[in-house]
C-alpha cells in the first residue's frame, strides 16, 4: 500500500539528473552481478524508508540503515512512519521468497528514480543489501538540482550472493586484551565490509579474558597478565553478552575460542591441577609458545572443560565453539588424540559444532567438526578426507599480523611480509592442492595480538587488509581484479576517515 501511495504522488518536478554508472561504484565487496542504467534516485528530506513489518528483523534493518545515512551524512529519514504529505521517494526493505534468493544472505537492490527496493527472504540478506546501498550514498550533496540538498544514488539492478557462507575476521584478545568499545567498533568496519563472522580467542598462556562462574580464579589470577606485564583484563559475562548481541544486530557471529590443550599456561596458574607439564607454574608475558599443556588423562580436566564449554555455549546463539588445538608441542601425541576426542563430544553434548586449528585433524574428528587451516596441509587433507570442511587462514597470506614489508611499525613475519596486492591476489578455491571448493566452508583473518595493545596499532595491522580478505570471501573469482579492486580501496578512504581508522596508507595505493 505504501510503494503504491508514493508511485501515485511521483515527482512533483521533474529534475535532470546528470549520467551514472552504477557499475563503477566503489562497493566492495564487489557485487555479483551489477546492471547500470544511468539515471539517479536522490536521497533527500522527502525520503522514507518502508520495511516488511511481520518478518524477523526486517524493521531492525530499516532502523540501522536510517542511523548509518544519519551519521554520514546528518539526513533524518524515517522508518515505518506513515506517508506523509512530503514523503516523494522510499526506499523499500522487502521480505521475498523469490527463487533467486538462493542463501540467506542474498539480496536483489533495485534503484530507480523513484524508489529503492531491497528483496531478500531474511534480515541477514537485507541487512548484507543494506551496506552495498551505503556504499553507493555519496558524501556529499548535490545542491544545485533543488533547493534543497540531495545525495544522487546511481540507479540499476544488483543481485549478490556470497562466494563463501563463512566470512570471518579472528581477534586475539589473550596475548593483549581489547575492551567492549575496541571490538564494537571492530564489529562496525567488518559488517560494512559484510563479513559475517567475528571469532575471539578468548585464552592463552598469557591470560583468560572471559569469566567462568563455577572457576572463578581464572579471571582473578588469570585474567591479569598479558605480554609485555601489563594488567591484561577480562570480559565479564555480561560483557561477552554485551558483544554477542551488538554483534547479532549486524548479523554477525561470534565465535568463541578456548584455546588447549596447549596455549593454556593461563588457566593452569589459576587452576594448577589442570597442568600436564609437570613444571612450576607462573604468569607468563613473554611470546613463545608450545610450552604448556593440560593434563589429558585427569577426569577434573574434563569435569573443568565441561564447565567452561556449558557456561560459554549458553551465552552464544552461533552455531560453532573453537577448542583451539593449535601447537600443543609439550603434549604427547597419544595424549593430545584423545584430549580432541573427548572435548569433541563435550562440544556436541552442548549443541555446537567443533572448529579447531588445523592440528585437531591428527584425531580422530567427526565429519561434522571443522578445520581451520593455518600452516599444515596435510593436516588440512586428513581433514577432509574426514568429511570435514576447511576454514583458510594460511598464515603466509591473510595473518593480519604479518607485516606489510621490512617497515612495518607493528607485527611479525614468520609466515611471511604480507602487502596489500599479495594479501588480495590468490584463490581460495585452488589454494591447497587436492582441496576445492566444496571442502571449504569460508576464510578467516586472524589478528594475534603480541605485538599490538591498543585499537590504533590494531587498524594498522587490519586495515586495510582485512578489506581485501571480505572481497575474497564474498565475491567470485570472475569478478576479482587487482587493479579494479585497487581503485575501490584508495575511493575508502573518506569511509575510514569518517570512522576515524588508523589504517596503514599503503604506497601501493592511491587513497582518496
Ligand atoms: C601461531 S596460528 C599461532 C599463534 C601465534 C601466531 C603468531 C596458530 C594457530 N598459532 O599462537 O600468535 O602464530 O603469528
Given amino acids: 500500500i505504501t510503494l503504491v501511495a508514493c508511485q ?5 518536478h521533474s529534475i535532470q539528473f546528470p549520467n551514472t554508472d552504477l557499475a563503477s561504484e566503489n562497493m566492495i565487496p564487489k557485487p555479483f552481478k551489477i546492471i547500470p542504467t544511468n539515471g539517479a534516485f536522490g536521497l533527500d528530506k522527502h525520503t522514507a524508508i518502508f520495511t516488511s513489518q511481520n518478518s524477523i528483523g526486517f524493521p531492525e534493518v530499516g532502523k540501522f540503515l536510517s542511523d548509518k545515512i544519519k551519521e554520514k551524512i546528518n539526513l533524518s529519514v524515517p522508518v515505518n512512519e506513515s506517508v506523509s504529505e512530503t514523503v516523494e521517494r522510499i526506499i523499500y526493505i522487502n521480505q521475498s521468497d523469490n527463487l533467486d534468493l538462493a542463501s540467506n544472505e542474498s ?22 543489501g543494506i551496506q552495498t546501498l551505503r556504499q553507493i550514498i555519496p558524501e556529499t550533496s548535490n545542491d544545485t538540482l533543488t533547493n534543497h540538498k540531495m545525495w544522487l544514488i546511481p540507479t540499476g539492478k544488483i543481485w549478490d550472493h556470497p562466494n563463501y557462507a563463512y566470512r570471518g575476521a579472528m581477534l586475539d584478545v589473550a596475548r593483549h586484551f581489547f575492551g567492549v568499545e575496541d571490538v564494537k567498533k571492530y564489529l562496525d568496519l567488518l559488517a560494512y565490509y559484510k563479513i559475517n563472522v567475528l571469532h575471539l580467542h578468548l585464552s592463552d598462556d598469557q591470560g583468560w579474558r572471559i569469566e567462568i562462574k563455577s572457576w572463578p580464579k581464572l579471571t582473578e589470577v588469570g585474567g591479569k597478565s598479558e605480554v609485555g606485564g601489563g594488567e ?24 568463541p575460542e578456548i584455546d588447549m590443550p596447549g596455549h593454556t599456561n593461563a588457566a593452569s596458574v589459576s587452576y594448577p591441577i589442570l597442568n600436564g607439564n609437570g613444571k612450576a607454574l607462573k604468569p607468563y608475558s613473554g611470546t613463545h609458545v608450545g610450552f ?8 577434573t580436566v574434563y569435569a573443568f572443560i565441561d564447565d567452561v564449554i556449558r557456561e560459554i555455549s549458553e551465552m552464544t546463539p552461533g552455531p560453532y565453539f573453537h577448542i583451539g588445538g593449535d601447537e600443543s608441542h609439550v603434549t ?18 552442548y549443541g555446537k559444532k567443533m572448529i579447531g586449528w588445523d592440528e585437531i585433524a591428527q584425531s580422530d574428528i567427526d565429519s561434522t567438526t571443522i578445520g581451520q587451516h593455518w600452516s599444515n596441509e596435510s593436516n588440512a587433507l586428513s581433514a577432509i578426507k574426514k568429511g570435514s570442511k576447511i ?13 606489510y614489508d621490512t617497515l612495518s611499525k607493528f607485527g ?7 602487502p596489500v596486492d599479495s594479501a588480495y591476489q590468490w584463490n581460495p578455491d585452488k589454494y591447497l592442492k587436492g582441496i576445492g571448493s566444496k571442502d571449504i566452508l569460508g576464510i578467516e583473518a586472524p589478528l594475534w595480538s603480541e605485538t599490538i595493545s591498543t585499537m590504533e596499532e590494531l587498524e594498522y595491522l587490519a586495515f586495510p587488509r582485512i578489506i581485501g580478505y571480505s572481497e575474497l570471501g564474498w565475491t567470485t573469482e570472475e569478478n576479482r581484479d587487482w587493479e579494479n579492486y ?14 576515524n581508522v588508523k589504517y596503514y596508507p599503503s604506497p601501493k595505493i592511491d587513497w582518496k
Fill in 107 to 128: 539480496y536483489q537492490l533495485y534503484i530507480t528514480k523513484d524508489s529503492v527496493i531491497i528483496n531478500s527472504k531474511t534480515a541477514e540478506g537485507a541487512f548484507r
Fill in 332 to 349: 604427547k601425541k597419544r595424549d593430545y588424540i584423545l584430549f580432541v576426542d573427548k572435548v569433541e563430544k563435550i562440544v556436541q553434548k
Fill in 232 to 255: 591484561g583484563g577480562f570480559y565479564t559475562q555480561d560483557d561477552y553478552k554485551d558483544l554477542v548481541s551488538y554483534a547479532a544486530v549486524r548479523h554477525i557471529t561470534i565465535v
Fill in 412 to 418: 611479525l613475519h614468520w609466515a611471511a611480509y604480507i
Fill in 391 to 403: 576454514i583458510l587462514s594460511p598464515a603466509k597470506k591473510v595473518y593480519l599480523d604479518m607485516q
Fill in 486 to 499: 585497487r581503485v575501490r580501496l584508495g575511493n575508502q578512504a573518506p569511509f575510514l576517515d569518517q570512522m
Fill in 292 to 299: 604448556s599443556t593440560f593434563d589429558a588423562r585427569k577426569d
Fill in 8 to 12: 501515485e504522488k511521483k515527482v512533483k
